[in-house]
């Protein structure tokens, strides 16, 4: 079954920092997404992704954060100075009409 | 808005019981998809079913069984037989048309005890 590949599992990072997820969607899948669950609260919407560009933001999604398609396959979200509060587990996501499939997380800790 | 209540935090059962952890969510559209996932200690969120809006059958998979009403905007998820494997946070979610975000509710974290 085709699955949605994140890396790297794990990130610790110093505050300051900038930090790259990286993401693999499903190949024939259109939309692409990236999620955040601060530890035991729920998961909530980043952004959205289609056709190239940025369809849909949160306003948790400000100018730190960054969404990049490179090539084909890759799809990166990338948060330029982190702050102790981003530390979560950053799921991305990619949506056919058969399914809406996450990757298995990066967790990020800040310190 | 679109808003997601899972108005029970934590539910604990014995091994053998059912268990049904509600659902209710608020929409202004007639077209929407509602979601159940799984996020077991390990982390991942792992996908149990997807139901549109205009589809009320009630599903049932194995031990699973899922019951939509749309008179009262529930979409509950009832675990039949229940086993230590089941304990796990359980999310309700709500998509609004196809391809839009997913808006998730708070979580139902479930746990079974042998």
């Known amino acids: 079954e085709p699955e949605v590949t994140q890396t790297p599992s794990h990130q610790v990072t110093q505050m300051g920092q900038e930090v790259i997820l990286r993401c693999v969607p499903i190949s024939n899948h259109l939309y692409f997404y990236w999620y955040r669950q601060i530890l035991g609260q729920k998961v909530e919407f980043l952004v959205s992704?289609?056709?190239?560009?940025?369809?849909?933001k949160s306003e948790i999604f400000d100018d730190q954060f960054s969404v990049e398609r490179p090539d084909g396959s890759n799809f990166t979200l990338k948060i330029r100075s982190t702050k102790l509060e981003d530390s979560a587990m950053y799921f991305c996501?990619?949506?056919?009409?058969?399914?809406?499939?996450f990757g298995s997380g990066t967790r990020l800790t800040v310190v | 808005a679109q808003k997601v209540t899972q108005a029970q935090t934590e539910i604990s059962v014995v091994e053998k019981e059912d268990v049904t952890l509600d659902c209710v969510y608020e929409t202004r559209d007639t077209t929407y998809y509602l979601f159940w996932y799984k996020q077991p200690p390990s982390g991942e969120l792992v996908f149990l079913i997807r139901r549109n809006s205009f589809d009320e059958q009630n599903e049932i998979s194995g031990r699973y069984s899922w019951n939509f009403q749309k008179s009262t905007s529930s979409f509950n998820f009832t675990i039949t037989a229940s086993q230590v494997v089941d304990s796990a946070v359980y999310f309700c979610?709500?998509?609004?048309?196809?391809?839009?975000?997913?808006?998730f509710g708070e979580g139902t974290q479930l746990t079974v005890n042998p």
């Open positions: 996501a990619s949506y056919s009409n058969y399914g809406y499939t």
């Open positions: 979610a709500l998509q609004e048309t196809s391809g839009s975000r997913l808006t």
């Open positions: 992704f289609y056709n190239n560009e940025i369809s849909e």
